[in-house]
């Protein structure tokens, strides 16, 4: 497996609609309807940023803000 740049990512959680919006400074804004509790935000967060890297969901790990709303993301991909 090889490990792509960190993804800096900032989630709202509970917020009125699921999107995405790329940041001026790097990474993604993420708001997502789901509340920040039992990990439902960050899995929701990371289903939208697969959608938009179009790469499978399990392919994305949060390394570091697990609990927090600013994360680093890292994406694995499979060596061809």
């Not at 497996?1 to 709202?12: D, E, F, G, Q, T």
Request: glycine letters at 4%; one cysteine or more; charged letters at 25%.
């Amino acid at each position: 497996m090889n490990r792509s740049a960190p993804i800096l990512l900032k989630v709202h959680a509970s917020a009125r609609e699921d999107r995405l919006a790329a940041r001026a400074a790097g990474g993604y804004e993420v708001w997502v309807r789901a509340p920040a509790e039992r990990g439902l935000a960050n899995a929701a967060a990371l289903a939208l940023l697969a959608r938009e890297l179009s790469c499978p969901a399990k392919a994305l790990r949060i390394i570091k803000g697990a609990t927090s709303p600013s994360k680093i993301v890292s994406r694995l991909d499979a060596e061809r």
